[in-house]
T-cell receptor, first 111, second 114 residues
C-alpha cells in the first residue's frame, strides 16, 4: 500500500463549487504539506502543518483552507473554486530534515 | 531573495548517452539539497540528497549529483540514460529561515530518444 494517498485522483467541478481534497499517510510523520503544480512553475506551497494543532500558510494560500483532522490526515478545501485553481495538487509528508514523500496527486479542473 | 534555478526547461538525450541536469540556488549559507523525479501520472520521488560531507552523492537508479559550493550548484548526472528515465526532474533546496523552508525549481523535463 502507498504511504501517502490522495483522494480523489481526478476531479472536474464548476466555478463556485466547494471542493475538498483529502490526504492520508501511514508514515507516521508529523509534517504534512499541500502543494500545487502548474506547468513551468514547479511546486508552490499552499499550506503546511507540523502537528495536529499547527497550521501555517504557504506562499499561495489565498482561496484555500486546510484541516488537520489527525496526524495521518490533512485535507485541502477550495471554498469557492475558480478556473485558475485548475492544477495538479500534491500532498506530502516530511522528515524533520524536510526530506519529503509525495502522494500521487489530484488533478483538479475547474470549469 | 532565495531561489532555485533549473536553466533547462527540457532536454533530449539519446538512450545510452550521458546526462547532466543543472541546478543553481541563491542562498547565503549551504542548504540541504535534493533531487526528485516525477514520472508521468505520479508524485515526486526522491533521487538523492545532500546535507554535508562528501560533495558527490549517489542516489537511486544510477544517478549522482555533485555539490559545488563555489558555484552554488547541485547538478544531477547519469553516465548512461535509459528510456525509463524519461520524466521531469526537480531540484529542491531546504533553507533555514527561522524554520525549515523548501524551495523547488521549476523542473526539467527529460526526453529520451531511441
Amino acid at each position: 500500500d502507498a504511504d501517502v494517498t490522495q483522494t480523489p485522483r481526478n476531479r472536474i467541478t464548476k466555478t463556485g463549487k466547494r471542493i475538498m481534497l483529502e490526504c492520508s499517510q501511514t508514515k507516521g510523520h508529523d509534517r504534512m504539506y499541500w502543494y500545487r503544480q502548474d506547468p513551468g512553475l514547479g511546486l508552490r506551497l499552499i499550506y503546511y502543518s507540523f502537528d495536529v494543532k499547527d497550521i501555517n500558510k504557504g506562499e499561495i494560500s489565498d482561496g484555500y483552507s486546510v484541516s488537520r483532522q489527525a496526524q495521518a490526515k490533512f485535507s485541502l478545501s477550495l471554498e469557492s473554486a475558480i478556473p485558475n485553481q485548475t492544477a495538479l495538487y500534491f500532498c506530502a509528508t516530511a522528515l524533520p530534515n524536510n526530506e519529503q514523500f509525495f502522494g500521487p496527486g489530484t488533478r483538479l479542473t475547474v470549469l | 531573495a532565495q531561489s532555485v534555478t533549473q536553466p533547462d526547461i527540457h532536454i533530449t538525450v539519446s538512450e545510452g548517452a550521458s546526462l547532466e541536469l543543472r541546478c543553481n540556488y541563491s542562498y547565503g549559507a549551504t542548504p540541504y539539497l535534493f533531487w526528485y523525479v516525477q514520472s508521468p501520472g505520479q508524485g515526486l520521488q526522491l533521487l538523492l540528497k545532500y546535507f554535508s560531507g562528501d560533495t558527490l552523492v549517489q542516489g537511486i537508479k544510477g544517478f549522482e549529483a555533485e555539490f559545488k559550493r563555489s558555484q552554488s550548484s547541485f547538478n544531477l548526472r547519469k553516465p548512461s540514460v535509459h528510456w525509463s528515465d524519461a520524466a521531469e526532474y526537480f531540484c529542491a533546496v531546504v533553507l533555514y529561515t527561522g524554520g525549515f523552508k523548501t524551495i523547488f525549481g521549476a523542473g526539467t523535463r527529460l526526453f529520451v530518444k531511441a
